[in-house]
């Protein structure tokens, strides 16, 4: 399988899998919980999967050859990095099921922080998802056999 098809369909899982974290009521929050630890792991993954791409533009950032575009992509998925390690740690703080034993403080602000931070998260995925529109169309035009 090629290498770019492999990543449409792992990022396709991967945003069904976050579409159904926004609806914790119907599901349940022991989905919740664990489907939001295996949402923030192939979070990682996507980022170990576009290393290269993370580390070139980490050493070139301030490069002048290197588009306004890709300084504010990489920003983005910088925005993107801190806020998901906002929400895995005031889920932790949060959790009913999984770290309940762990007798960890229960952050007053933990839930508002939560909220707004799975909030942020939704804005910036969009953005994220906007810059690399051009990609998912042709990945999928190829999965799919449609002639490009």
Do not use: C
Request: no cysteine; net charge positive.
């Amino acid at each position: 399988m090629k290498k770019s098809i492999f990543k449409g369909i792992f990022d396709l899982f991967m945003a069904i899998l976050l579409f159904f974290m926004f609806d914790k009521i119907t599901l349940g929050i022991k989905f919740h919980e664990i489907g939001g630890l295996i949402a923030i792991l192939l979070f990682f993954l996507h980022i170990l999967i576009n290393r290269k791409w993370v580390i070139n533009i980490t050493k070139n950032l301030f490069n002048k050859q290197i588009s306004i575009k890709v300084k504010l992509n990489y920003f983005i998925n910088f925005m993107l990095l801190l806020d998901v390690i906002l929400m895995l740690v005031t889920g932790i703080f949060m959790s009913k099921i999984l770290f309940r034993n762990f007798n960890l403080p229960n952050i007053t602000m933990s839930k508002q922080l939560h909220f707004f931070s799975a909030s942020v998260f939704i804005i910036l995925l969009g953005i994220h998802v906007g810059f690399h529109w051009k990609w998912i169309v042709l990945v999928f035009k190829k999965i799919f056999k449609i002639p490009i």
